[in-house]
């Protein structure tokens, strides 16, 4: 069975710094991997997905992720944060094979000092 | 502009009375869902659709009906709403319910059961 764990609640950094969101799946098959953006009383939006294609996966806004199977791994990361970062962000696993099984994480949400 | 709606944006209920949450795309994906999202517990889901016409129990389906007579709407019923149903409720949409096809969120419905 799959299933997401986002290590960290509450992430803080300041501007200009790098942002680590981690995230650990738990996958019987072939994952693939979402990052999903929500800003305060908005809808999710897609960051970025891995489907076993490259390991490493550049999405919108500077964020990019790697996929790391042996560590079943698929941490978020991005150089440099900007205030306009301040959101939750939910990782998401679901497999290749299956429909309609799509597993969130609880959130992690970044506050980004100034 | 391309995406989902949601209707009400927010709505307060008496418990025990009836509430029809909507959700309409214009992109003609195929399979639809329905999460709640609520403190700590990321996105769980109620109900789903892989095509007009058929709908799945997910996650969390007790006090909860859909029904998808065409390929835009996909209507969540409440028949009797109760306190626990307080929570905010996305629609999403992908091109299809396979693992692969990143979702589509609408902007959620709060919904607060006195």
């Known amino acids: 069975a799959q299933s997401v764990t986002q290590l960290d609640s509450h992430v803080s950094v300041s501007e200009g710094t790098p942002v680590l969101l981690r995230c650990n799946y738990s996958?019987?098959?072939?994952?693939?991997l979402f990052w999903y953006v929500q800003h305060p009383n908005k809808g999710l939006q897609l960051l970025l997905k891995?489907?076993?294609?490259?390991?490493l996966v550049k999405g919108i806004n500077g964020f990019e992720a790697e996929f790391k199977k042996s560590e079943t791994s698929f941490h978020l990361t991005k150089p440099s944060a900007h205030m306009s970062d301040a959101a939750e962000y939910f990782c998401v696993v679901s497999d290749l094979g299956n429909f309609n099984k799509f597993y969130f994480g609880s959130g992690t949400k970044l506050n980004v000092k100034p | 502009i391309a995406g989902i709606t949601q209707a009400p944006t927010s709505q307060i209920l008496a418990a025990g009375r009836r509430m029809t949450l909507r959700c309409t795309q214009d992109m003609r994906h195929n399979a639809m869902y329905w999460y709640r999202q609520d403190l700590g517990l990321g996105l769980r889901l109620i109900h789903y659709s892989n095509t007009a016409g058929t709908t799945g129990k997910g996650e969390v389906p007790d006090g909860y009906s859909v029904s998808r007579a065409n390929t835009d709407d996909f209507p969540l019923t409440l028949a009797s709403a109760v306190p626990s149903q307080t929570s905010v409720y996305f629609c999403a949409s992908s091109l299809s319910g396979e693992g692969y096809n990143e979702q589509f969120f609408g902007p959620g419905t709060r919904l607060t059961v006195l």
């Open positions: 891995y489907t076993s294609a490259a390991t």
């Open positions: 996958s019987s098959y072939s994952p693939s």
